[in-house]
């Protein structure tokens, strides 16, 4: 989007008109319709509209008459633009639709979404980041869009695993040998502690839902049917930041390596032990990558390490403590202590609570809510018929399984016995049944067919009916959502008028760039008439030729002063830069390119160098130094040192048509602009009923 727009009118007036006090307006005392507060050529203006604007933008605690006036005769002036705009079709361009249709979707989506159930999921996952969580757990696998006899299939095993659990057999043994998770096989299901956002959500909510030492119900995710047990649960430790020294060692490693292993480690502890700093011993750590930051690692909490390591991290209790050796799967550690900090408050987290919740499955949570209720206002009713089919008994079985998805529609029966990898949308013929109504709307089976032809991709024919089923509840959102979304201008006043506002915003600005701004630029011969009327505005003031050096800091500050004192003087360099910066034998002048070069060879941006004019009165630190030469150090509030060397100066005089171009262009905006408004104010005549607007000041 190439133009962004405040959204307040009276900031709009302020970039679309200029106040002259000049504008003809007709002042009547009342009219017969106390609503109407102006009329602009024969557009009545209604008070509320006027008021809306004006109280929006007015900051000022007592409103006196004079600050109305100017308000009302700028508010004018943009209705007459607007007018003019629309008399003109300037909002009927496809680039006009395309760039509004594009503010409307930023701005409609607070809309489309539940925020209480946004803050309750944000309140939920911060209680949530207050509790660790420990469980086992046994995964099934299947996929999402798996055949029902292969869905039926994974619920009946994790529902006999479950049952095998409960009548008494050890949780971890039954993970071991029965789940998908490749992990069970070691750890026999137990993925230790974890805190909020560190599984999906389903399976977040499942581990704390259920109470310690109990089984959950069975659960789905993306990656298939689950059952957990609730080991532990305690309150989250916060985060521990460590540096840490490793020796590798694999797992498949020989007697002698270990041996090795062992020598290296003692060694590292009575370096230790004689003083030297942890630090400078992690250049001998096998971690490459933390080895460059003297062992550190980034803050951790419980999940985010291997057990051993972390449990080892949490253990240690003051800042500046190393750990005994531990072995962990990668090798042998030693770790050092650098901080710790509990969870931050909900104040200081809600923002990145919020923004995690963004990219997690959980953000749909306040669309569905949305549905919802949507679908409850505008009487959602689905049509339905009884059908006998096979594939309808096998979804239906299947459907009971499924957690938190609605009854299956039996009209979509026949869309089952599709296989979409040959399938052809317009040779397909339906009932014409409708599958739905919303708002009395209806919508057939003939309108689904044409949502699955751009929606099917890549489908198994095999596994159709999920298929369908997911793509139908994914068409009824949609459906809903753009229903609602069609109906905001009707159901919130304020969303309306702010898209008024860019409405009015983006086509004034087309509008007034086609008749003041680019025709101003483009007309180089009224530009450069206006120029030779108006020389005479266009002056210098005395001015002084300077180039302003700025460094990094002092030292660098102070040498490059002293190289352009004498920029012949050999001496200043070292053989090694003479030869960076290929000068070669003899005598040789330093340039300010080879200054900057020189500075900046190790540290970029270290120095940075501008010439320019700088007129009197201009520049608080020329103005102080106006004599030629090179001037004192002075620090920015950065910390950066600069100094000038002031070359020249240069009275003051007539500029010349480049010198001035960029001021002609803007005065010259401003007079083809007032020319306009006269014609505007003849256009459309406006009356102001001024009874009812001062009333603004009562």
Known sequence: MKKIFNLFACMLLSIFVTADGNITIKQSSSNNDPSIVLKVGAEEVKLQEFESIFYKN???????????????NLFIDFKRKVLFAKENKMDTSSAFKNELAGYRKQLARPYLTDKAAEEKLVLEAYERMKIEVRVSHILISVSQNASPEDTLTAYNIIKSLRNRVLNGEKFSLIAQQFSNDPSAKTNLGDLGYFSAFRMVYPFESAAYNTPVGSISDIFRTQFGYHILKSVDKRVNRGEVKVSHIMIEEREDATPNEKKYNQEKLQQLIESLNDGVSFEEMTKFSDDKGSAKNRGELQWFGSGQMVPEFEETAFNLTSIGEVSDP???????????????????SF????????????????????VESLISQIKKEYNYTEKRTRSHSHDFYIFRLNQLILENTRSFNDNLSDFCKINFKNWDRDSFKTKGKTLFTLDGIPYSQDDFADYLKINIINVDSANSCSVVLERFNDWVNKICLDYEDSMLEEKYPEFKAIMKEYHDGIMLFDLMDKMVWSKAINDSVGLLNYFNVTKEDYRWNERALATVYTSNDQLTASRVRNIITN??????????????????????????????????????????????????????????HWVKGITGYETNLDGSVFFADIEEFKNGGLKSFEEAKGEVITNYQNYLEDLWKIELEKKYPAEIYSTILYKLID
Do not use: A, C, Q, V
């Open 347 to 366: 104040e200081d987290s809600e923002e990145e609570i919020k923004k995690k919740i963004k990219r997690d499955s959980r953000s749909s949570k306040g």
């Open 58 to 72: 007015n900051y000022e605690e007592t409103i006196s008459k004079d600050y109305l006036d100017e308000y009302t």
């Open 326 to 344: 531990i072995k962990t799967m990668y090798g042998w550690h030693l770790i050092k202590l650098l901080d710790k900090r509990d969870i931050p």
């Open 567 to 624: 920029r012949f003087n050999s001496s200043l360099l070292s053989d090694e830069e003479i030869s960076f910066l290929n000068l070669g034998k003899g005598e040789f002048y330093l340039t300010d390119s080879h200054i900057l070069k020189l500075m900046n060879r190790k540290i970029s941006n270290n120095l940075k160098i501008s010439s320019r004019s700088f007129e009197k009165g201009k520049s608080e630190f020329i103005d102080k």
